[in-house]
């Protein structure tokens, strides 16, 4: 158990409509990382935040975004959702946010299903 | 275009034996290279890491090496063991601080025992 929380576990939901996927991240850590994989692309990285502001973004769409909350835990927000949304949605956190150089711990990961 | 490569998708070894897995790499601007490992229903799990000033970096069971004139770089496990079966993501970095990690597609691992 890393000590990274995400809710729901798996997620059903159809084309045209938006979701969030909530993530806690471990106690003390400051950063959080949001990652697609998906089955034609892969692990793809799609944004980072530390202690409320964003920090770096990766290959996120413009229907998706998140945010980091004061209590740290962060959500990401997806809209608009096509067939090619359905993949496995991970979140991380580290300490610091020294991307790369610091550990992330990776939660169990939410499985979204665009029907 | 995919600047990280794993062009195994899986590897079966026996247990005791060693595996080593393989990452190439297009970008010549990385310059920090990480390993994960992932188990069914779980997120990755960070393994091992090497900075493009060094060749090789060793943890345990595990040393990575890293060729920057190949661009390539090896995930060495040795000895192999039945609890290392899960799927090896390597993952570059061109920009420590700022820039996004880049993943290859990932290569399974089977140890048999």
């Known amino acids: 158990d890393s000590g990274v929380t995400q809710t729901p576990k798996h997620l059903i939901t159809a084309t045209g409509q938006r979701v969030t996927l909530r993530c806690s991240p471990r106690?003390?850590?400051?950063?959080v990382y949001w990652y697609q994989q998906s089955l034609d692309q892969g692990l793809q990285f799609l944004i980072q935040?530390?202690?409320?502001?964003?920090?770096a973004k990766g290959n996120i769409l413009e229907r998706f975004s998140a945010q980091q909350f004061p209590d740290l835990h962060s959500e990401l927000n997806l809209s608009s959702l096509e067939l090619g949304d359905s993949a496995l949605y991970f979140c991380?956190?580290?300490?610091?946010?020294?991307?790369?150089?610091?550990?992330?711990?990776f939660g169990p990961g939410t499985r979204l299903l665009v029907l | 275009d995919q600047q990280v490569k794993q062009n195994s998708p899986s590897l079966s070894v026996q247990e005791g034996r060693i595996s080593i897995l393989n990452c190439d790499y297009t970008?010549?601007?990385?310059?920090?290279f990480l390993w994960y490992k992932k188990y069914p229903a779980e997120g990755p799990t960070f393994l091992i890491s090497?900075?493009?000033?060094?060749d090789k970096n060793e943890d345990g069971r595990f040393t990575v090496f890293l060729n920057k004139s190949a661009k390539h770089l090896s995930l060495h496990i040795v000895p192999s063991q039945p609890g290392d079966s899960a799927v090896y993501f390597c993952?570059?970095?061109?920009?420590?601080?700022?820039?996004?990690?880049?993943f290859g597609s990932g290569t399974r691992l089977q140890v048999q025992p």
């Open positions: 991380a956190s580290s300490v610091e946010g020294f991307f790369p150089l610091e550990t992330q711990y």
């Open positions: 106690s003390g850590d400051l950063s």
């Open positions: 935040y530390y202690n409320g502001e964003e920090r």
């Open positions: 970008n010549s601007m990385f310059d920090y």
């Open positions: 090497i900075s493009s000033i060094k």
């Open positions: 993952a570059a970095s061109e920009d420590t601080g700022r820039r996004a990690l880049t």
